[in-house]
C-alpha cells in the first residue's frame, strides 16, 4: 500500500513560480506512474501531468505545457510539479496520485480512474 502526502501549495502572485511535492510511503514507488491533478470549485478534478516511473515519458495538460514541468526522484521516492508563469486559473487544490500497474499509456494517465492512490492535495492560489 502507498500514502502519498503532498506539499508546497501556497499564495503566489501571477507569473511567480511554486514547486510541488509529493512524497511517498511504499517500496515498489519507483515503479509506479505518477500523475499531478487539480481541482477548482465547481469544476471537476482534472489532469495536469504524469511522468513513467523510468522519467521517460511523461504528459502535460494543454493548459500547462511550456509552463508546468513534472519529475521525480526515485531514490528519495518523491514526485514534484514545478510551476512557473502562474496565471489565476492556475488556482486549484493539487492532487497527487500514483497507478501501480507501472504502465505508462496516455489514453489511462490522463483519468482520474487510471490511479490507485491518492494524497490529501494542497492548495495553490494565484493572484492577479
Known amino acids: 500500500q502507498v500514502q502519498l502526502v503532498e506539499s508546497g501549495g501556497g499564495l503566489v502572485q501571477a507569473g511567480g513560480s511554486l514547486r510541488l511535492s509529493c512524497a511517498a510511503s511504499?517500496?515498489?514507488?519507483?515503479?509506479?506512474?505518477m500523475g499531478w491533478f487539480r481541482q477548482a470549485p465547481g469544476k471537476e478534478r482534472e489532469v495536469v501531468a504524469a511522468?513513467?516511473?523510468?522519467?521517460?515519458?511523461?504528459y502535460y495538460a494543454d493548459s500547462v505545457k511550456g509552463r508546468f514541468t513534472i519529475s521525480r526522484d526515485n531514490a528519495k521516492n518523491t514526485v514534484y510539479l514545478q510551476m512557473n508563469s502562474l496565471k489565476p486559473e492556475d488556482s486549484a487544490v493539487y492532487y497527487c496520485?500514483?497507478?501501480?500497474?507501472?504502465?505508462?499509456?496516455?489514453?489511462?494517465?490522463?483519468?482520474?480512474?487510471?490511479?490507485?492512490?491518492w494524497g490529501q492535495g494542497t492548495q495553490v492560489t494565484v493572484s492577479s
Open positions: 496520485a500514483a497507478d501501480s500497474d507501472g504502465v505508462f499509456n496516455i489514453r489511462v494517465v490522463v483519468h482520474q480512474s487510471g490511479y490507485d492512490y
Open positions: 511504499g517500496r515498489t514507488f519507483s515503479s509506479y506512474v
Open positions: 511522468i513513467s516511473w523510468s522519467a521517460i515519458s511523461t
